[in-house]
């Protein structure tokens, strides 16, 4: 830090911010200077009713399939731990130790 007092120089320097404005323009224009962009839409309230009705529904569908997803993943570790156990030969270190830990997560 060789000149602190650069720092308080450029932070003097800066135009005013006024927080209480209702313009949050604080970080520079954020409406497009390109041509052919198009005004933004104004929601109706039966626009935000579909809206809300599909995000519900894509909510309920999404709780369905993690809960098939999860079903899934049981049935799985279950077929796992039926052929280790069914296994006639000495299970490997690492079988031993998947077979151990399947069974606690099961109890």
């Known amino acids: 830090m060789a000149n602190p007092s650069g720092?308080?120089?450029l932070l003097n320097s800066q135009n005013p911010i006024d927080l209480e404005s209702p313009e949050?323009?604080?970080f520079g224009s954020q409406v497009s200077d390109e041509p052919g962009v198009k005004?933004?839409?104004k929601w109706t309230l039966t626009d935000d009713k579909i809206l809300i009705?599909?995000?519900l529904n894509t909510k309920e569908e999404l709780t369905k399939l993690q809960?098939?997803?999860g079903t899934k993943e049981r049935i799985s570790r279950h077929k796992l731990l039926d052929?280790?156990?069914a296994k006639t030969e000495p299970l490997s270190e690492m079988e031993t130790t998947l077979k151990l830990k399947l069974m606690s997560?099961?109890?």
């Open 7 to 9: 720092y308080v120089n």
């Open 67 to 69: 809960a098939v997803l």
């Open 53 to 55: 009705g599909a995000w």
């Open 105 to 107: 997560e099961m109890l």
């Open 24 to 26: 949050a323009n604080w």
């Open 83 to 85: 052929r280790l156990l």
């Open 39 to 41: 005004e933004r839409r």
